[in-house]
């Protein structure tokens, strides 16, 4: 019995030894958990430039998150990354413009929120736009009484033509303004062809097409319309043709906002001529100019656009990334280049070069105030022009250097530096240049598609240094949101001295904005009326809109 009983006991000991060593385990991993939380679930997105990082933790799903904590997050992280805060619509055919959901993947994320109400106004204006769009009835109805070339009263839908005009800068930026006008005004945006439109950008607008169809009656008149023709609203005013009292409008009027535009066609920017276009059923608008900041001083329209950017300085930043998704064709070539060249880099300095100077470059004044500028602003390191021993290290910081110009001798030059002197920080520097076209050739399709691919380009860069008047520069740095440097103009053949400046904001400027009083009737500086709409870094007479708080 004493045996048995110590039997009895050894086996309960056994059973308890061998308990332990199967809860022992079990618990130490519990332990690890609490301790070090899953990273997929504490990680955040601040970085997106990370491709590989990013498709991972595209498709991943947090560890040990289950049923609606699950689902939280990949909501999440699809409406502040492809849906880039809202700003965008779901529910594209992604395969037809790979861009559209993909961009989050190759920039950081902006900083720069959409407000909530631009957010309900885009969605709005996607509703009307497919109500009225292309071969709806609506549209078909107010084509008709276009047709007629009678004068009506009220319509179901207003709309706006854009014509294709100008270089591709221009373009995009005169295009925004002219987009944000239909928000303000209610009406649908119809988009000139063109060329080249199609092939370089997606439809931005779900369901219906933004293009305009080519048998629009009109079309074959948009290369002769001009500030003298019968339908142009400036030379209506001039010689006394518009009657703002008369029940019935025009079925349209061309407006002439072009940068050679008269006193009369200015009047554009006028309340009262406002008041006037409002029941005008087709608007058709030709225009090279950036003229956001000319809607800021338009009183009807000052509340709506504080309610749409509280941050007024990123009318652009928003209204750009909203509608221009490069096309399939250009996405192409942006993303293989940046995964090449780009994508391994620690920083990435972007240049835009453009000389306005009907000699051939480059020009050595020009390489003088690049360099300065760089240098000074310590955006690019210094070289040991002694060529001192430098022991390179392992963990060296890599900077990659975008170069868009025409000519290629700027990037050359650079290159050479970098390639023939160590720098001073042991920092390694790689100048890469997409294009070299030699002088701007904008009727012709492959140059535009290079020129579209670049300004992207330039748009993902950490750092960025344009050129004075290009809005090759201006349409960059609004994409990225980006405070450039901004080179100034030379003269004389000579560096400017200091060689550029911070931009006060990320929004383009207005190279040729009225100066008129429309209360008093009379000439006025309205780059001092109020204090977000101010003159330009580059060009003094012009306007660019700024946040209140934005320095000097």
Not at 31 to 38: A, Y
Not at 169 to 186: C, D, H, P, V
Not at 212 to 234: A, E, K, T, V
Not at 494 to 505: G, H, I, K
Request: charged letters at 20%.
């Amino acid at each position: 019995m004493q045996a048995k009983r110590f039997g009895s006991n050894g086996i309960t000991f056994t059973q308890i030894f061998a308990y332990c060593l199967v809860a022992l385990p079990i618990i130490f991993a519990i332990s690890l958990i609490f301790r070090h939380p899953s990273s997929d679930r504490t990680m955040g997105f601040a970085d997106a430039r990370v491709l590989e990082n990013r498709e991972v933790k595209q498709n991943a799903t947090p560890i040990g998150a289950g049923g609606s904590e699950g689902v939280l997050f990949q909501h999440a992280d699809k409406y502040n990354g492809k849906l880039l805060g809202g700003l965008l619509a779901d529910g594209f055919d992604e395969a037809a413009c790979t861009s559209r959901y993909s961009s989050f993947l190759y920039r950081k994320i902006s900083l720069h929120k959409p407000s909530s109400y631009l957010i309900s106004r885009l969605r709005s204006y996607e509703d009307l736009h497919k109500r009225c769009g292309p071969n709806t009835q609506s549209y078909n109805k107010a084509l008709e009484q276009l047709k007629s070339g009678n004068k009506i009263g009220l319509t179901d839908c207003n709309y706006i033509v854009w014509i294709s005009f100008s270089g591709l800068g221009n373009r995009i930026l005169s295009l925004a303004s002219t987009f944000l006008y239909a928000l303000l005004t209610n009406r649908v945006l119809l988009v000139d062809q063109g060329k080249d439109m199609a092939d370089l950008f997606c439809d931005p607008f779900p369901d219906k097409s933004w293009l305009l169809p080519r048998d629009f009656p009109l079309i074959d008149q948009f290369d002769s319309f001009n500030q003298n023709s019968p339908h142009c609203h400036g030379n209506m005013l001039k010689n006394n043709a518009i009657n703002s009292s008369a029940m019935s409008k025009p079925s349209y009027l061309y407006l002439h906002l072009v940068h050679d535009y008269g006193d009369h066609d200015k009047l554009f920017f006028c309340d009262g001529e406002q008041s006037f276009l409002e029941n005008v059923p087709w608007l058709i608008m030709k225009t090279d100019n950036y003229y956001v900041p000319s809607l800021f001083l338009i009183p009807s329209f000052e509340k709506e656009l504080s309610n749409l950017f509280p941050e007024k300085g990123t009318v652009f930043h928003h209204l750009g990334r909203y509608l221009f998704h490069p096309s399939n064709h250009v996405w192409g070539l942006i993303t293989r280049y940046y995964r090449t060249y780009l994508a391994k880099a620690d920083e990435r300095i972007g240049i835009q070069i453009r000389t306005f100077d009907s000699r051939r470059g480059p020009f050595k004044h020009v390489m003088d105030q690049i360099l300065a500028c760089t240098l000074r602003e310590k955006l690019l390191p210094a070289v040991d022009m002694q060529d001192s021993v430098v022991n390179p290290s392992e963990n060296a910081k890599l900077k990659a250097v975008l170069v868009t110009s025409l000519l290629s001798g700027y990037s050359e030059d650079l290159r050479n530096m970098y390639w023939e002197h160590p720098t001073m920080t042991g920092e390694v520097v790689g100048v890469y240049q997409p294009s070299h076209e030699e002088f701007q050739q904008t009727e012709k399709q492959m140059h535009n598609r290079k020129a579209w691919a670049e300004m992207y380009l330039l748009s993902l860069t950490d750092v960025l240094v344009t050129s004075a008047w290009s809005t090759f520069g201006y349409v960059a740095q609004g994409l990225g949101g980006l405070r450039p440097w901004i080179l100034y103009k030379t003269e004389n053949d000579t560096a400017p001295d200091p060689p550029c400046r911070r931009a006060m904001s990320t929004e383009p400027c207005f190279h040729a904005p009225p100066f008129y009083d429309c209360k008093a009737k009379k000439g006025i500086d309205t780059g001092t009326l109020v204090p977000h709409v101010r003159h330009c870094e580059d060009i003094s007479w012009g306007l660019k809109v700024v946040d209140d708080h934005d320095d000097l």
